[in-house]
């Protein structure tokens, strides 16, 4: 393991969606249990930990929990959960960047911990398996990932599962694999 410290790691969220199976909503800002999922989101990582937001509406609402980072300041007229990636290994800071949705408030305050475990230089693409799939959107990649990535996008691929293969990401097995429910639709957040 190398990561020592939490504030060498930031947390980029994504919340650049369009929601369309949720009439358009902005679904990370959206109410759950009396606050917006994103702000679970945010509380799951300690306080010293950057946050990145990618998102393209809504940004003053966003801009109050972290640095947005915009699609279009990123690739102009390309739009996947990979550029919102692509942002956040290009703006970050740190050399780690732990990934989540910003649609996924059941989150545990250690959800990231089996990422951290196995991040080294010779792995610097981890993902959650959760038993059953692959959770392609919470990750922990190095910044170095970050040409790869847009190459990748660039040749007008956008599966982010494709890409994971072509780097040989890592899965990493969660001990808890309710947490990483998206929220996809009202009634999903109605029966929770």
């Known amino acids: 393991m190398v990561i020592k ?48 937001i990618s998102a393209n509406r809504n940004i003053a609402a966003y801009a109050k929990r972290g640095m947005v980072v ?10 996947s959960p990979l550029v919102g990636i692509l942002g956040g290994l290009t ?22 911990g089996p990422l951290y475990k196995y991040a080294d230089k010779d792995t610097p693409a981890l993902v959650i398996f959760d038993g059953e799939r692959q959770q392609n959107l919470h990750l922990l990649l190095h910044r170095r990932l970050r040409d790869s990535l847009r190459e990748y996008i660039s040749s007008g691929r ?23 429910k998206n929220m996809n639709s009202l009634s999903d957040l109605q029966g929770e």
């Open 158 to 180: 956008l599966e982010v599962y494709r890409w994971l293969e072509q780097i040989s990401a890592k899965q990493v097995t969660s001990p808890n694999p309710l947490e990483f």
């Open 91 to 112: 703006v970050a800071r740190t050399e780690w960047v732990l990934i989540a949705p910003g649609d996924t408030p059941k989150l545990s305050s250690n959800w990231w």
């Open 5 to 52: 410290n939490t504030a060498d790691v930031t947390l980029l969220i994504l919340c650049g969606g369009k929601a369309q199976r949720m009439q358009g909503i902005d679904k990370p800002l959206h109410s759950w249990h009396g606050q917006a999922m994103l702000d679970y989101v945010c509380a799951t990582v300690p306080k010293e930990m950057p946050i990145l």
């Open 70 to 79: 915009r699609d279009k300041d990123i690739l102009a007229n390309t739009h």
